[in-house]
Nanobody, 123 residues
Framework: VQLQASGGGSVQAGGSLRLSCAAS????????MGWFRQAPGTERDLVAA????????YSADSVEGRFTISRDDAKTSVYLQMNSLQPEDSAVYYC?????????????????WGQGTLVTVSS
């Protein structure tokens, strides 16, 4: 599967952005999906993840209550709604797909990666 992330940009603190990740290729329904982020000099960390059914989701403590992951299997897409953005949320955001039911929490568990989209939050 190929993944194309979009929706990043620059926003002021307190603002919102919605990231999208469009998947191409067969079998999207059989993949668990995740959003990761990586700031300069840091490791790539999980932000949110969803299982292949969409009924099971996970959000990192740092974004709990502010970010929401969702998927639309008919559109073979996964989304990350980000509200109340803060400067520490600035990073390159990556979507990823993993074979299996998920959700999964570690980068090594994912099989396919999108190219990343940059989010910059100014104070």
């Amino acid at each position: 599967v190929q993944l194309q992330a979009s929706g990043g940009g620059s926003v002021q603190a307190g603002g919102s952005l919605r990231l999208s990740c469009a998947a191409s290729g067969p079998g999207f329904r059989s993949y668990a999906m995740g959003w990761f982020r990586q700031a300069p000099g840091t490791e790539r960390d999980l932000v949110a993840a969803t299982g292949w059914s969409g009924g099971s989701t996970y959000s990192a403590d740092s974004v709990e209550g502010r970010f929401t992951i969702s998927r639309d299997d008919a559109k073979t897409s996964v989304y990350l709604q980000m509200n109340s953005l803060q400067p520490e949320d600035s990073a390159v955001y990556y979507c990823a797909a993993a074979r299996g039911s998920g959700p999964y929490y570690y980068p090594t568990q994912y099989d396919y990666w999108g190219q990343g989209t940059l989010v910059t939050v100014s104070s």
